[in-house]
């Protein structure tokens, strides 16, 4: 394993949570765009980990530098193209995989699988983006290892 790598991951994935939770507004402001510019830095950090080692597996890097690893992706929304290959190269695990190919697929403005991305309606109410085959989201949700839709929509909206 290669630690030194696993370590730099964690450590941007670390940065990114920090700034993101210090950075909870809607609005733009110079916090939110503080979270842009590391979005961007992340961006350039991804890509010279795959141009130098490959898309990143546990072996490589520990299931704790793959997790990481996937929540850098899970942010770079400007590159759907990095997140789509990532979702295709990588060994994230199946939930992860989920949430990923709900961003993407939400990003392409399209109807997600697994139920996990949501937004802010007018009110400021936590709502579900778009399912695909409703009356199927628990099973899909089930075989990848996800809690019932139910359960996950209370959670978001406390």
């Given at each position: 394993m290669?630690k030194?790598l696993?370590q730099?991951i964690?450590?941007?994935?670390?940065?990114?949570?920090?700034?993101r939770?210090?950075c909870k507004?809607?609005k733009l402001t110079m916090?939110?765009?503080?979270?842009?510019?590391?979005d961007l830095?992340?961006?350039d950090?991804?890509?010279n980990?795959?141009?130098?080692?490959?898309?990143?597996?546990q072996?490589m890097i520990?299931?704790?530098?793959?997790?990481?690893?996937?929540l850098?992706?899970q942010?770079?929304?400007n590159?759907?193209?990095?997140q789509?290959q990532c979702?295709?190269?990588?060994?994230?695990e199946?939930?992860?995989?989920?949430?990923l190919t709900?961003?993407v697929?939400?990003?392409k403005?399209?109807?997600?699988?697994?139920?996990?991305q949501?937004?802010?309606?007018?009110?400021g109410?936590?709502?579900?983006?778009?399912?695909?085959?409703?009356?199927q989201?628990?099973k899909?949700?089930?075989?990848?290892?996800?809690?019932?839709?139910?359960?996950?929509?209370?959670?978001?909206?406390?």
């Amino acid at each position: 394993m290669n630690k030194q790598l696993q370590q730099k991951i964690i450590q941007a994935k670390d940065i990114d949570q920090k700034t993101r939770i210090a950075c909870k507004s809607d609005k733009l402001t110079m916090k939110n765009y503080i979270v842009y510019l590391i979005d961007l830095v992340n961006n350039d950090l991804i890509k010279n980990i795959i141009k130098k080692h490959s898309y990143p597996t546990q072996k490589m890097i520990g299931k704790k530098g793959m997790q990481a690893f996937w929540l850098l992706i899970q942010h770079q929304d400007n590159d759907i193209k990095l997140q789509e290959q990532c979702l295709k190269h990588c060994d994230f695990e199946d939930k992860n995989k989920a949430f990923l190919t709900d961003r993407v697929l939400v990003s392409k403005g399209k109807k997600q699988l697994y139920g996990t991305q949501f937004y802010r309606d007018k009110k400021g109410k936590i709502v579900p983006r778009s399912i695909n085959n409703l009356s199927q989201l628990n099973k899909r949700r089930e075989k990848v290892g996800l809690e019932p839709f139910e359960e996950y929509l209370k959670k978001m909206q406390k």
